[in-house]
């Protein structure tokens, strides 16, 4: 077969959810050379995990050219996309100009997969793997969700950052890409104050995001005035952050990429949804336990139905 590009643009959950594609391939392809393309701090995921042999930034000016056309094209891409027997892309295409430009550079065979999942039908990993079927690879349901296993080095990096601690840790991520996912902080500051009144021997590792650093600044400052014991992991690698996350007993969050890195290291999760549909989005692996109001409505759930919902996960 040769060599394989998987081209992934798209935040920190679209790429988790092409996890089982780029695993399908480098499974059902052993023989194959797997090379990933996409945005460096996400994609180091692939080949943290050993399911890719390289990683390669998308953020490269020269690439702009194969999305315009009939433009000049960089002649050390033109040789670079020409090195792999098939390439399979996940980026926006709608008027074929990047699959025209990846024709001139010599590319044999393209498969084009959508960057969007539909709203309804199957989960999103199962969708964005369908393409793949033209090589003959079918994603079985127990391969369908994203297993991510950290090398030693990066879990040891995890384990010195979260340092010594005889009780349980649980993680807490109360932001995402999008404030209309997001539950009330004040009450996601009530629900760690009420685990902590439970059991005191617990310890709170709360991760941040660019997106939401502003917010949740303060977030943390309300934790701080409650005394609760809190590991603030900020801007961590996210190979670094999942190998983390793996080492909590619980984690708690919304609909967000860092819930999908939760689910795919293995860790027990509990996951708030408001109307975004759950069995196209949420992590699907058993040990992730999705809570929703049935009206859809996110702050109807109540700081009591998280709590409740989070010692029973912990029991």
Known sequence: MGKILVLRGGAIGDFILTVPAIRLLAEGLPEAELEV?????????????????????????????????GATL??????????????????YDPDGIFRENLERAGVQMLIECSHRVANEGPPAAEQLAKPL????????????????????????????????????????????????KNWELDRWRDVLLRLYETNSTRRFLVSTGEAEEAAVSKFLESLDALDL???????????????????????LGHDSGISHLAGAVGVPSLVLFGPTEDSVWAPQHEHVRVLKHPSGLLNEITVHDVVAAAEAKLN
């Open 133 to 180: 079927e033209r090589l003959a690879l079918f994603l079985e349901r127990d391969t369908a969700n994203p297993l991510l296993k950290m090398p030693l080095p990066i879990v040891d990096e995890a384990r010195s950052f979260l340092g010594d601690h005889a009780g349980p840790i649980i993680a807490v991520h109360p932001g995402s890409g999008s404030p209309y």
């Open 229 to 251: 014991p809190i590991v603030r992991a900020n801007r961590l690698p996210l190979p670094v952050l999942g190998a983390a996350l793996s080492r909590c007993r619980l984690y």
């Open 37 to 69: 393309m996409g945005y460096s701090p996400i994609i180091s995921l692939a080949e943290a995990s050993g399911y890719a042999k390289r990683t390669r930034s998308i953020e490269y000016g020269a690439l702009a050219s194969f999305f315009a056309k």
């Open 74 to 91: 960089n002649e050390g891409l033109c040789a670079y996309f020409a090195e792999f027997s098939v390439v399979v892309s996940y980026l």
